[in-house]
């Protein structure tokens, strides 16, 4: 493991190498699109180019590798003091040697291999090695329980899994193997364990040459399992083209450059991960970091940061919650030039905290597992607060109302995707794996439909709203959740909170918001009539909650997304 001082000087090398490079390895990603900018230099077209047998192992990480291969590829530290400094060129043979182990155990073109590494480096070449043979990658998470792998297991037929050491995930895939009988071989990282294959002891065997596979862009890339917030997780299924839509995540709404070090805030259990440790940065020909940690410390992080140099950094509203909390004012931003924020809609309160520090605007964008970033913020311009931007020059983004009509500006509407018949959008899944009337429910008549809403402003700057089933409908109003929660954030006493409908003979529905508070106040009449008038000063009135529930915590799916739907299940028993 290299010091401190080594990182350093291995930092100031590749820094001049990469100067001195004949290949100005910023356009890379110039090869796989077309665009077009308007006179501030803001993207204002873009085309993407798919060559018909694109495969990002070979096309992106070998071309870098063989053109520069001592270029910064993926800065990895943990909370052990452990680093390791990866060049395109080791990813590349790491890779390679991952290919080789993998078809060593019968690995093909195709199969299903689970992949729950949490932060840990082997994730990367382990994910390039399944894309060189055409095998699926499901990246999941290590919070799943024995019962959440069997019905992944069963749902996706899956044939191998790489599992960490860490923790009870070993034990817990042996749990469900009693009900599952589909897996061939067991793959352990960081470890070994009886009946499993030491994934870095066999590694080390294999040749770091690997011939390029038959593969096309159309062939099945990775497989994700949504969050579940209303029902069993659906596979989301995406291919080789894939990657290739990251451009606009990286280059044109996180601002990645080729000289930087780019960070995102996510376990590699998440698409989020994809978005902002891999594809388009890559693409880029930029240098990720990885804090490898096991319990989240914003202090921490925040040392990391600065240790490091991190220039961009990417991360959900929460994140930045915790980070203003934990002390940002003494560090943790000084080399950062940039900084975006998407997971969830952006309270303004973090927004103006974040300025008032930092002197960065935070630029906002949305999109989902079954895309890239539907609307963004993107370089170059001035973000309304609170705003996810306006749509991707990638897609053709409208919003629509129940009867499949465009809503005029102000008007709430579902955020969708026109896709017309028999053309192929870069970016958007191909499905729902093995679910094609799932599928058919959200894509048909030339549209896919997000399930998320939103509005138009005059200037075309989104605003999200909330999910179709959260809009609450109240003596003929239509009320967005998040306007409410949005507010409520602002008053000290609230920590977190969830804004749902609760029956009503009279108005249909009428606003509930369940409130987990602050450690310095508790639950009483006077606060809740507080809370209400607050909100009545801040928004139109008609929008306050008229009932509130103070609660310990929220109902959420393990990757942390409030389930409203068992909110409003309670509010109707």
């Given at each position: 493991?290299?010091?401190?001082?080594?990182?350093?000087?291995?930092?100031?090398?590749?820094?001049?190498?990469?100067?001195?490079?004949?290949?100005?390895?910023?356009?890379?990603?110039?090869?796989?699109?077309?665009?077009?900018?308007?006179?501030?230099?803001?993207?204002?077209?873009?085309?993407?180019?798919?060559?018909?047998?694109?495969?990002?192992?070979?096309?992106?990480?070998?071309?870098?590798?063989?053109?520069?291969?001592?270029?910064?590829?993926?800065?990895?530290?943990?909370?052990?003091?452990?680093?390791?400094?990866?060049?395109?060129?080791?990813?590349?043979?790491?890779?390679?040697?991952?290919?080789?182990?993998?078809?060593?155990?019968?690995?093909?073109?195709?199969?299903?291999?689970?992949?729950?590494?949490?932060?840990?480096?082997?994730?990367?070449?382990?994910?390039?090695?399944?894309?060189?043979?055409?095998?699926?990658?499901?990246?999941?998470?290590?919070?799943?329980?024995?019962?959440?792998?069997?019905?992944?297991?069963?749902?996706?037929?899956?044939?191998?899994?790489?599992?960490t050491s860490d923790g009870e995930c070993c034990a817990r895939v042996e749990e469900a193997m009693?009900?599952?009988?589909?897996?061939?071989?067991?793959?352990?990282?960081?470890?070994?364990?009886?009946?499993?294959?030491?994934?870095?002891a066999e590694l080390a065997k294999q040749s770091d040459e690997f011939p390029r596979a038959d593969?096309?862009?159309?062939?099945?890339?990775?497989?994700?399992?949504?969050?579940?917030?209303?029902?069993?997780?659906?596979?989301?299924?995406?291919?080789?083209?894939?990657?290739?839509?990251?451009?606009?995540?990286?280059?044109?709404?996180?601002?990645?450059?080729?000289?930087?070090?780019?960070?995102?805030?996510?376990?590699?259990?998440?698409?989020?991960?994809?978005?902002?440790?891999?594809?388009?940065?890559w693409l880029c020909a930029a240098a990720v970091f990885v804090y490898d940690f096991d319990h989240?410390?914003?202090?921490?992080?925040?040392?990391?940061?600065?240790?490091?140099?991190?220039?961009?950094?990417?991360?959900?509203?929460?994140?930045?919650?915790?980070?203003?909390?934990?002390?940002?004012?003494?560090?943790?931003?000084?080399?950062?030039?940039?900084?975006?924020?998407?997971?969830?809609?952006?309270?303004?309160?973090?927004?103006?905290?974040?300025?008032?520090?930092?002197?960065?605007?935070?630029?906002?964008?949305?999109?989902?597992?079954?895309?890239?970033?539907?609307?963004?913020?993107?370089?170059?311009?001035?973000?309304?607060?609170?705003?996810?931007?306006?749509?991707?020059?990638?897609?053709?983004?409208?919003?629509?109302?129940?009867?499949?009509?465009?809503?005029?500006?102000?008007?709430?509407?579902?955020?969708?995707?026109?896709?017309?018949?028999?053309?192929?959008?870069?970016?958007?899944?191909?499905?729902?794996?093995?679910?094609?009337?799932?599928?058919?429910?959200?894509?048909?008549?030339?549209?896919?439909?997000?399930?998320?809403?939103?509005?138009?402003?005059?200037?075309?700057?989104?605003?999200?709203?909330?999910?179709?089933?959260?809009?609450?409908?109240?003596?003929?109003?239509?009320?967005?959740?998040?306007?409410?929660?949005?507010?409520?954030?602002?008053?000290?006493?609230?920590?977190?909170?969830?804004?749902?409908?609760?029956?009503?003979?009279?108005?249909?529905?009428?606003?509930?918001?369940?409130?987990?508070?602050?450690?310095?106040?508790?639950?009483?009449?006077?606060?809740?009539?507080?809370?209400?008038?607050?909100?009545?000063?801040?928004?139109?009135?008609?929008?306050?909650?008229?009932?509130?529930?103070?609660?310990?915590?929220?109902?959420?799916?393990?990757?942390?997304?409030?389930?409203?739907?068992?909110?409003?299940?309670?509010?109707?028993?």
């Amino acid at each position: 493991m290299r010091t401190s001082v080594q990182t350093k000087v291995a930092y100031t090398e590749t820094k001049k190498h990469n100067e001195k490079a004949s290949v100005d390895l910023s356009v890379f990603y110039k090869q796989f699109c077309k665009e077009e900018f308007d006179d501030r230099g803001v993207l204002t077209k873009f085309e993407p180019v798919v060559p018909e047998t694109f495969n990002f192992a070979y096309d992106v990480l070998d071309e870098i590798a063989r053109l520069e291969p001592d270029r910064r590829c993926l800065v990895w530290c943990n909370d052990a003091g452990e680093e390791r400094i990866f060049s395109y060129g080791e990813m590349s043979r790491l890779s390679n040697q991952a290919a080789n182990l993998f078809a060593s155990y019968g690995v093909q073109k195709g199969d299903m291999v689970m992949l729950v590494l949490k932060r840990h480096y082997q994730f990367w070449y382990a994910l390039m090695g399944l894309h060189k043979l055409g095998a699926v990658g499901i990246p999941a998470t290590n919070l799943l329980t024995a019962k959440d792998y069997e019905y992944r297991f069963n749902a996706a037929g899956v044939k191998f899994v790489v599992v960490t050491s860490d923790g009870e995930c070993c034990a817990r895939v042996e749990e469900a193997m009693k009900e599952y009988h589909g897996l061939k071989t067991c793959f352990v990282v960081k470890g070994s364990r009886e009946g499993w294959v030491d994934f870095d002891a066999e590694l080390a065997k294999q040749s770091d040459e690997f011939p390029r596979a038959d593969t096309c862009a159309q062939d099945p890339l990775l497989l994700y399992f949504t969050s579940g917030t209303t029902g069993y997780p659906k596979m989301v299924y995406h291919d080789h083209s894939y990657p290739i839509g990251h451009i606009i995540t990286a280059k044109h709404w996180q601002n990645v450059q080729a000289d930087g070090l780019h960070l995102t805030v996510s376990e590699t259990g998440w698409a989020k991960s994809v978005w902002g440790k891999l594809y388009g940065q890559w693409l880029c020909a930029a240098a990720v970091f990885v804090y490898d940690f096991d319990h989240f410390d914003a202090a921490s992080l925040l040392e990391k940061m600065d240790q490091y140099g991190v220039t961009s950094f990417c991360a959900p509203p929460t994140i930045y919650r915790f980070l203003i909390k934990g002390g940002m004012e003494k560090g943790g931003f000084k080399t950062v030039r940039y900084a975006v924020v998407a997971g969830e809609a952006l309270n303004p309160e973090v927004y103006n905290r974040f300025k008032e520090l930092t002197g960065l605007s935070l630029m906002e964008a949305f999109g989902q597992t079954e895309t890239t970033v539907l609307t963004l913020n993107l370089v170059g311009t001035t973000p309304k607060v609170g705003s996810m931007g306006k749509p991707s020059p990638l897609y053709d983004v409208v919003l629509l109302d129940e009867n499949g009509c465009e809503v005029p500006p102000g008007e709430v509407g579902e955020v969708c995707i026109r896709v017309p018949e028999g053309k192929k959008q870069i970016g958007l899944y191909r499905g729902y794996y093995k679910a094609p009337e799932l599928t058919a429910k959200v894509w048909h008549d030339g549209f896919y439909h997000t399930g998320d809403t939103a509005w138009k402003d005059e200037d075309g700057f989104f605003w999200y709203v909330g999910r179709t089933d959260d809009i609450i409908k109240s003596s003929g109003y239509r009320i967005g959740p998040f306007e409410v929660e949005s507010v409520l954030m602002e008053h000290p006493a609230v920590m977190e909170c969830a804004v749902t409908g609760a029956p009503d003979p009279v108005r249909g529905q009428v606003v509930k918001a369940t409130i987990v508070l602050t450690k310095n106040y508790s639950p009483s009449e006077e606060l809740r009539k507080e809370l209400q008038d607050y909100v009545k000063k801040q928004t139109a009135p008609y929008k306050y909650p008229r009932i509130i529930e103070f609660v310990n915590e929220l109902p959420k799916t393990i990757s942390g997304k409030i389930r409203r739907n068992v909110i409003r299940q309670g509010s109707q028993q």
